[in-house]
């Protein structure tokens, strides 16, 4: 069964403490793997989309990486606007259905 | 660019009425748009997978009588609450899959909050 968990599931950072979320996932035939932003009330905000082991991607103080159980969502000298909760789903097999995990709640104290 | 709309915002409503919330892409044509519902420090759940001149595909446990989904066109698609009741109160969030675009990404509206009172 394809299934997506997510560690930890809080995380407090201080301002430019830099840090990493975890997603690990099982699934027949990844076809991809997401990150989103979602703020409180809000829908999710797409980030990356990584489709093979060893991909990288980078935004602005984000960077995603992929291996084959897992990814890693990198991020640099936070700030607090990067508070939020970051969402981790993957794609895979014949399905076109995103399986979530269940999410990492960041705050990040000035 | 791959900007989702979705009308209204929130909505508060009687038990025994119906709600009718729209889901539209803005930049990008969607073959695919999906439905999903969050409860309060969830994670989103699947409820449709709407095609463009099709019937949706529901997820195990959702009524379809209950909530109606249609995907007229290839920038929208509704939802439509019938006979809402207060355990139907929910976030409910549409995302499109864009046509010959970035490949399987799917981008997501800003969400309805639904209050049935």
């Known amino acids: 069964e394809d299934q997506v968990t997510q560690s930890p599931e809080a995380l407090r950072l201080q301002e430019g403490e830099s840090s990493s979320l975890n997603c690990s996932y099982t699934v027949s035939g990844l076809r991809g793997l997401f990150w989103y932003r979602q703020d409180p009330g809000k829908g999710p905000e797409f980030l990356f989309t990584?489709?093979?082991a060893g991909e990288e991607k980078e935004k602005e103080r984000l960077k995603a990486t992929l291996t084959k159980k897992e990814s890693f969502l990198h991020i640099t000298a936070p700030k607090p606007e990067d508070s939020a909760t970051y969402l981790c789903?993957?794609?895979?097999?014949?399905?076109?259905?995103?399986?979530f995990g269940t999410g990492t709640l960041l705050a990040v104290q000035p | 660019g791959a900007v989702v709309s979705q009308h209204p915002s929130w909505v508060i409503c009687k038990s025994g009425t119906s709600v009718k919330i729209e889901c539209r892409s803005l930049d990008f044509q969607a073959t695919t748009m999906f439905w999903y519902r969050q409860f309060p420090k969830q994670s989103l759940m699947l409820m449709a997978t709407?095609?463009?001149?099709?019937?949706?595909?529901?997820e195990q446990g959702v009524e379809k009588d209950k909530f109606l989904i249609n995907h007229a066109s290839l920038t929208l698609s509704t939802l439509t609450v019938t006979s809402a009741h207060p355990e139907d109160s929910s976030f409910y969030i549409c995302?499109?899959?864009?046509?010959?675009?970035?490949?399987?990404?799917?981008?997501f509206g800003p969400g309805t909050r639904l209050l049935v009172l």
């Open positions: 995302s499109a899959s864009p046509v010959g675009g970035y490949q399987e990404t799917q981008y």
């Open positions: 709407s095609n463009e001149g099709s019937k949706a595909t529901y």
């Open positions: 990584l489709y093979s």
């Open positions: 789903a993957v794609l895979g097999g014949a399905t076109n259905k995103l399986i």
